[in-house]
């Protein structure tokens, strides 16, 4: 009589949680991951909004999170479970290798950052050193993100900046986030200058191409 097969698995395995919009990619990952011996992906979202309350629900390790996920970023996600679950270690994999990202993932407390073309052994062994207490980050954008400097642009100049996307004008700027059309003005011309850009839809361009937005 054949004897059933033993799962490999060790008895504590990495309890990884994945946010990612793209089906197709998140469902790679999860496949991939899950084949390692040693991690189990144990939630899987396609949304920014749900992220933390599934860290409540399944108790992840590590949370694996995408930066441009629809509701709200992972960016975001990470800054809250910063503060309200510490235990979860935060890996941003991101597409986009931004050196202002990588600013803005380290000041929302991740743990590490890394981009979405490298292979699957590099990521399943981040996954292991965040939880040594390690800090991973992709060498080539830690060396653009020192050589780029640090973001110019003031929290409400990206505020404004973010509110001025798809033709919104000033009046509308102004309402939705309740300061004056004189203000918000004051604010576009900063920002255009700080980005060294010609005009608000320009600064939007290049903030965003630097991951300050």
Known sequence: MNEMPRD?????????????????????????LGMEEDIEVVAQLATGDGIVDAV???RPDVALLDI????????????????????????????FGRPGYLRRAMEAGAAGFL???????????A???????????????AA???SAGPNPLTARECEVLQASVDGATVADIA???????????????????????????????EARQQGWL
Do not use: W
Request: aromatic share 2%; charged share 25%.
């Open 175 to 205: 309402g939705k986030l309740h300061l004056s059309e004189s203000t918000v003005r004051n604010y576009l011309s900063s920002a255009i200058g700080k980005t060294g850009t010609r005009n608000r839809a320009e600064a939007v361009r």
């Open 115 to 125: 981009v979405k073309d490298g292979p699957v052994e590099e990521l399943a062994t």
């Open 144 to 146: 653009a993100a020192l």
């Open 8 to 32: 490999r698995r060790p008895a504590k395995c990495i309890r990884v949680l994945l946010a990612e919009d793209q089906g197709m990619m998140r469902g790679a990952l999860a496949l991939l």
């Open 68 to 95: 441009e996920l629809p509701g709200r970023s992972g960016l975001d996600a990470a800054a809250e479970l910063r503060d309200q679950a510490p235990d979860c270690r935060v890996l941003i994999l991101t597409t």
């Open 56 to 58: 409540f629900t399944h």
């Open 127 to 141: 996954i292991r050193r965040v939880l040594t207490g390690e800090t991973v980050v992709d060498p080539a954008l």
